[in-house]
Nanobody, 125 residues
């Protein structure tokens, strides 16, 4: 199983980025998926997760109204659209997938079975 991320980079505050996470070895449609981030000196946090069975979604307060999660089943890929970026969004971003967790738990305190390798997002002021 592999989750391969792409799309990170350097962007100015107020700008947008879209991260992609392409899966192989699993069918993302059947998995709860999510995005996590880890800023320097901080613990990794779940910011957006969506449950496979019912579509219920967890959003961290810090990204509500600015970030959205989606998936393209035909491409077996998930996305994180990030708008109105702020310097405090600077972090390494990871995608994750799990066959049984619900969004609230996966973004909360239970790590997913599968992780991407991480991609750096840097927001300049």
């Amino acid at each position: 199983v592999q989750l391969v991320e792409s799309g990170g980079g350097l962007v100015q505050a107020g700008g947008s980025l879209r991260l992609s996470c392409a899966a192989s070895g699993i069918t993302l449609e059947d998995y709860t998926i999510g995005w996590f981030r880890q800023a320097p000196g901080k613990e990794r946090e779940g910011i957006l997760c969506i449950t496979s069975s019912d579509g219920s979604t967890y959003y961290a307060d810090s990204v509500k109204g600015r970030f959205t999660i989606s998936r393209d089943n035909a491409k077996n890929t998930m996305y994180l659209q990030m708008n109105s970026l702020k310097p405090e969004d600077t972090a390494v971003y990871y995608c994750g997938a799990d066959p049984g967790l619900i969004a609230q738990h996966m973004c909360g305190h239970l790590p997913p079975d599968y992780w991407g390798q991480g991609t750096q997002v840097t927001v300049s002021s």
